[in-house]
């Protein structure tokens, strides 16, 4: 999809040819002296039009407008959130095969968020998943044409949320594939595509380098799948080399059946999203190469299957993970965490600024914050402040969780370092007490997106988070440097 900014207004968006017109209508709307205002401004006075937001009157070839449909929205105070629920409601209304070009217009100047909101919104209404049916139907919306009168004031964030829809729609289309066709080996070939654009290189190690790395915590969970284990590397090298990295580290299971410790059928197929923080890396290095900015950042992806063969882990074994902290795995489900410490510890040789890990980790953080909020674990606090407002300014919300040392007393033993589970209660945090052993060494951060990466039910499919958040933050970084 094209997308573009124009500096039009109400009167050049009635000239402005497309195949529909969606208006955004602020609550506080000021009418002007030309026809489409004039009619936006009867239609509020009439009450056939509400400002709230997503509240709309649809209109067919008004000779206000220079376009087949034709939608009035509510766009209430202008936040975010409210722009995001207008345009998601007319949207729904002008959706159609014959829907190629799409003009958003504001009714008033717009603010830098309401404009990332319209891209991010049109992006995620209108993204068509395909790559495993027999007759793709894709995308049909080929231009967003955005037009705000105060255009050159919110370009800068119009062309930052373009290089974060870019992002999330890769990590979209990952997360979507069907584990048989989003395997290790071809997440290291998606990673390795990605070296092929400005800036980016990247390295992926099979299990013979991996054995090397002392990585036995990672290949552990990899032992009970035929599919070779993949650890990729990616730099993003924005920055002189000089200058110490962010790293990112995605949780990469193609398919989590939770081994011996097996989960039950319903639902298993949701298992193949388990690779949704591998996923969100990938994407985040897809818009650095559309955004550039002067930082360096690493992403690292453990991914392999956790499956059950003869020779997968069984509970009870003891694994020395590359750290050579040993580690009991009670529970072969609680798998994420014995992919991601090896991760951690690689991630040292890079003397990062930070480290976040994102993962799909615990069903525990579903119930804690349902699919609203990421969890977020952060041991300083300074980077758990820069995380959060990254959430908010792209309106891919998380929330921090504590890391109190009592939450750490489950995950004793008597027969190696470390468990891999403590009990139920805090599920989430004593998964984030696990990781946090292996991120000593750097201000550390940890992602903890099992409710927010996908959505389940008829609307079934993955929601590109936290590439928003990840995006935002590393912009930060860039903008402080
Ligand atoms: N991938 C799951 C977490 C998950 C569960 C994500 C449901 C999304 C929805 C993870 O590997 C897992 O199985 N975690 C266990 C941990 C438990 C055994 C301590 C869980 O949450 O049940
Ligand atoms: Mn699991
Ligand atoms: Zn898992």
Same mark, same amino acid.
């Given at each position: 999809?094209?997308?573009?900014? &124009?500096?039009? /207004?109400?009167?050049?968006?009635?000239?402005?040819?497309?195949?529909?017109?969606?208006?955004?209508?602020?609550?506080?709307?000021?009418? /002007?002296?030309?026809?489409?205002?004039?009619?936006?401004?009867?239609?509020?006075?009439?009450?056939?039009? !509400?400002? &709230?937001?997503?509240?709309?009157?649809?209109?067919?070839?008004?000779?206000?407008?220079?376009?087949?449909?034709?939608?009035?929205?509510?766009?209430?105070?202008?936040?975010?959130?409210?722009?995001?629920?207008?345009?998601?409601?007319?949207? /729904?209304?002008?959706?159609?095969?014959?829907?190629?070009?799409?003009?958003?217009?504001?009714?008033? #100047?717009?603010?830098?968020?309401?404009?990332?909101?319209?891209?991010?919104?049109?992006?995620?209404?209108?993204?068509?998943?395909?790559?495993? &049916?027999?007759? *793709?139907? /894709?995308?049909?919306?080929?231009?967003?044409?955005?037009?705000?009168?105060?255009?050159?004031?919110?370009?800068?964030?119009?062309?930052?949320?373009?290089? @974060?829809?870019?992002?999330?729609?890769?990590?979209?289309?990952?997360?979507?594939? *069907?584990?048989?066709?989003?395997?290790?080996?071809?997440?290291?070939?998606?990673?390795?595509?990605?070296?092929?654009?400005?800036?980016?290189?990247?390295?992926?190690?099979? #299990? &013979?380098?991996?054995?090397?790395?002392? %990585?036995?915590?990672?290949?552990?969970?990899?032992?009970?799948?035929?599919?070779?284990?993949?650890?990729?590397?990616?730099?993003?090298?924005?920055?002189?080399?000089?200058?110490?990295?962010?790293?990112? @580290?995605?949780?990469?299971?193609?398919?989590?059946?939770?081994?011996?410790?097996?989960?039950?059928?319903?639902?298993?197929?949701?298992?193949?999203?388990? %690779?949704?923080?591998?996923?969100?890396?990938?994407?985040?290095?897809?818009?650095?190469?559309?955004?550039?900015?002067?930082?360096?950042?690493?992403?690292?992806?453990?991914?392999?299957?956790?499956?059950?063969?003869?020779?997968?882990?069984?509970?009870?074994?003891?694994?020395?993970?590359?750290?050579?902290?040993?580690?009991?795995?009670?529970?072969?489900?609680?798998?994420?965490?014995?992919?991601?410490?090896?991760?951690?510890?690689?991630?040292?040789?890079?003397?990062?600024?930070?480290?976040?890990? @994102?993962?799909?980790?615990?069903?525990?953080?579903?119930?804690?914050?349902?699919?609203?909020?990421?969890?977020?674990?952060?041991?300083?606090?300074?980077?758990?402040?820069?995380?959060?407002?990254?959430?908010?300014?792209?309106?891919?919300?998380?929330?921090? %969780?504590?890391?109190?040392?009592?939450?750490?007393?489950?995950?004793?033993?008597?027969?190696?370092?470390?468990?891999?589970?403590?009990?139920?209660?805090?599920?989430?945090?004593?998964?984030?007490?696990?990781?946090?052993?292996?991120?000593?060494?750097? #201000?550390?951060?940890?992602?903890?997106?099992?409710?927010?990466?996908?959505?389940?039910?008829?609307?079934?499919?993955?929601?590109?988070?936290?590439?928003?958040?990840?995006? !935002?933050?590393?912009?930060?970084?860039?903008?402080?440097?």
């Amino acid at each position: 999809m094209n997308f573009e900014l &124009k500096p039009i /207004g109400l009167v050049g968006a009635s000239t402005e040819k497309s195949d529909a017109l969606i208006v955004l209508v602020p609550q506080d709307f000021k009418a /002007g002296k030309d026809d489409l205002s004039v009619l936006v401004a009867q239609a509020i006075k009439s009450s056939d039009l !509400e400002t &709230k937001p997503g509240k709309l009157l649809a209109l067919y070839k008004p000779v206000q407008a220079n376009a087949a449909r034709v939608v009035l929205v509510g766009i209430g105070s202008g936040s975010p959130r409210d722009v995001r629920t207008a345009v998601l409601a007319a949207v /729904g209304v002008v959706k159609s095969p014959s829907l190629k070009k799409l003009l958003v217009c504001f009714a008033a #100047p717009a603010l830098e968020e309401a404009v990332r909101a319209v891209v991010l919104a049109v992006a995620d209404a209108t993204y068509v998943y395909t790559h495993t &049916k027999s007759k *793709p139907e /894709g995308r049909t919306l080929g231009k967003l044409l955005v037009g705000a009168s105060n255009a050159t004031e919110v370009q800068a964030s119009f062309d930052h949320a373009v290089g @974060i829809v870019a992002g999330a729609e890769l990590a979209k289309e990952w997360a979507n594939r *069907p584990a048989n066709h989003a395997t290790p080996t071809l997440l290291g070939q998606a990673a390795q595509e990605l070296a092929k654009l400005p800036k980016i290189t990247c390295e992926v190690l099979g #299990p &013979k380098e991996v054995a090397k790395l002392g %990585m036995g915590s990672f290949m552990a969970v990899a032992q009970g799948s035929d599919q070779p284990l993949r650890f990729i590397v990616l730099h993003y090298n924005g920055a002189a080399k000089t200058q110490a990295p962010t790293v990112l @580290i995605g949780k990469g299971i193609t398919f989590d059946c939770g081994g011996i410790s097996i989960k039950p059928a319903p639902e298993m197929d949701e298992m193949k999203f388990d %690779m949704s923080g591998a996923a969100s890396v990938l994407g985040t290095f897809k818009s650095l190469a559309v955004l550039k900015p002067n930082i360096n950042v690493v992403g690292l992806i453990a991914a392999c299957e956790n499956l059950i063969n003869g020779q997968a882990v069984k509970p009870g074994d003891v694994v020395t993970s590359m750290s050579g902290q040993t580690i009991e795995i009670l529970n072969t489900d609680a798998e994420g965490r014995l992919v991601l410490c090896d991760a951690l510890t690689y991630a040292e040789r890079f003397k990062p600024t930070a480290v976040v890990d @994102i993962a799909t980790l615990t069903g525990a953080c579903v119930i804690a914050l349902g699919g609203v909020r990421s969890g977020l674990f952060a041991s300083q606090d300074d980077l758990a402040k820069a995380l959060y407002a990254a959430g908010e300014a792209a309106q891919d919300l998380c929330w921090r %969780m504590p890391l109190d040392e009592d939450y750490a007393e489950g995950l004793k033993t008597s027969f190696a370092d470390v468990a891999n589970v403590a009990g139920r209660a805090g599920g989430s945090i004593t998964a984030a007490k696990f990781l946090q052993r292996f991120a000593e060494k750097f #201000p550390w951060a940890h992602l903890d997106i099992a409710g927010t990466a996908w959505k389940s039910g008829a609307a079934k499919g993955a929601t590109g988070r936290p590439v928003g958040l990840l995006v !935002e933050y590393l912009m930060s970084q860039a903008r402080n440097t």
